[in-house]
T-cell receptor, first 112, second 115 residues
Framework: AQTVTQSQPEMSVQEAETVTLSCTYDTSESDYYLFWYKQPPSRQMILVIRQEAYKQQNATENRFSVNFQKAAKSFSLKISDSQLGDAAMYFCAYRSANDMRFGAGTRLTVKP | DTEVTQTPKHLVMGMTNKKSLKCEQHMGHRAMYWYKQKAKKPPELMFVYSYEKLSINESVPSRFSPECPNSSLLNLHLHALQPEDSALYLC??????????????FGQGTRLTVV
C-alpha cells in the first residue's frame, strides 16, 4: 500500500520569508500524481499545487513551487514571500488510479 | 462551476437514528470519494465510486452505507452510529486517472456529532 509521510508536524515562518515543507512517499507504481492541499480553519481543502510523476520539471504556481525527486520519492513544497493568509494545515497527497491518500499534515504558522 | 456541495453542514444524531449525508457536483467528474477526518488528523479514505460503481471500500463498518444514484450525486447513509464516529465527513470528486486535471475538489464537509 502507498504511504505518505510528513515528518514536520509544525512549522513557523516570518512573514515575507521562505519556508519548505517536506513530504516523502512510498510506492511501487510508476504512474501517479502528487498534490499539496491547504486546509485553513474554515476546513475547506484547497489545492495548492500538483505534480505529475512523468514530468521531470518541477511544478510552480506563483509563490508556491515543489522540489520533486522521483528516485528519492520526495516531494517538498516551497512557499516564497509567505503571507499571513498562508497559515493553515498543509497536506501532501498521493494519487494512483482513484485512490488518493494523505500525509499526516504540517501546521504552518506565519508570524507578522 | 468548480463546487462540491455537501449538506447538511452540521448534523447531530442519536445512536439509534438514521440519517444521510449528501454530496453534489456538476463538473462532470466520474470519481467521487468519502473521507472521514478527526480533529488534527488527515482525511482518511472511506469509499470511492468510479463511474457510479463502488471501487474502493476501506473496510468501513456496515453502519456506513454509501450510494451513488447518478454521476452527480453521492450519499452516505448512517445508521446506529457510535460516539467515536463523530468527525468531519468530506466529499470529493475528480476526473478518473488518465485525464487532465486529476486533482480532487472537496466540499466543505459535514460536521457530524453522535450523541
Amino acid at each position: 500500500a502507498q504511504t505518505v509521510t510528513q515528518s514536520q508536524p509544525e512549522m513557523s515562518v516570518q512573514e515575507a520569508e521562505t519556508v519548505t515543507l517536506s513530504c516523502t512517499y512510498d510506492t511501487s507504481e510508476s504512474d501517479y500524481y502528487l498534490f499539496w492541499y491547504k486546509q485553513p480553519p474554515s476546513r475547506q481543502m484547497i489545492l495548492v499545487i500538483r505534480q505529475e510523476a512523468y514530468k521531470q520539471q518541477n511544478a510552480t504556481e506563483n509563490r508556491f513551487s515543489v522540489n520533486f525527486q522521483k528516485a528519492a520519492k520526495s516531494f517538498s513544497l516551497k512557499i516564497s514571500d509567505s503571507q499571513l493568509g498562508d497559515a493553515a494545515m498543509y497536506f501532501c497527497a498521493y494519487r494512483s488510479a482513484n485512490d488518493m491518500r494523505f500525509g499526516a499534515g504540517t501546521r504552518l504558522t506565519v508570524k507578522p | 462551476d468548480t463546487e462540491v456541495t455537501q449538506t447538511p453542514k452540521h448534523l447531530v444524531m442519536g445512536m439509534t437514528n438514521k440519517k444521510s449525508l449528501k454530496c453534489e457536483q456538476h463538473m462532470g467528474h466520474r470519481a467521487m470519494y468519502w473521507y472521514k477526518q478527526k480533529a488534527k488528523k488527515p482525511p482518511e479514505l472511506m469509499f470511492v465510486y468510479s463511474y457510479e460503481k463502488l471501487s474502493i471500500n476501506e473496510s468501513v463498518p456496515s453502519r456506513f452505507s454509501p450510494e451513488c444514484p447518478n454521476s452527480s450525486l453521492l450519499n452516505l447513509h448512517l445508521h446506529a452510529l457510535q460516539p467515536e464516529d463523530s468527525a468531519l465527513y468530506l466529499c470529493a470528486s475528480s476526473h478518473p486517472r488518465g485525464q487532465t486535471n486529476t486533482e480532487a475538489f472537496f466540499g466543505q464537509g459535514t460536521r457530524l456529532t453522535v450523541v
